[in-house]
């Protein structure tokens, strides 16, 4: 089976910056990149805090999941024994989050 690191980098109002990422296999990779580029997001807010949110494009958001990094059976198994294969920022900003809102958009819209 093929793994990736997906990452996220970006910046909070100039103040700090945003990191996430996740490892997904190749199945799980196609299937976010076919609902994000479902999305028809101009503008999308990501909240992680209590007003901290980033502001990310459909486009955006599908550069980085073509930039994903092939690893390796064995690079998976050291993020998995870490924990470490699911990163997000703070209060639950990360790559499942903002899938699992693109299928509600997806689904809400048809």
Known sequence: MKYYLVQYDGNYADEFDVYFH??????????????????????????????EYIDVSTEELMENLSEAREITEEQFKVLQELGLIRIGFGDGLNWDSIIEYAYDCVNNDE
């Not at 997001?41 to 007003?51: D, I, L, P, S, V």
């Open 22 to 51: 996740e490892v997904m296999s190749e199945a799980e990779l196609e299937e976010a990149k076919d609902i994000i580029g479902k999305t028809d997001w101009e503008r999308e807010e990501f909240y992680f805090g209590t007003n």
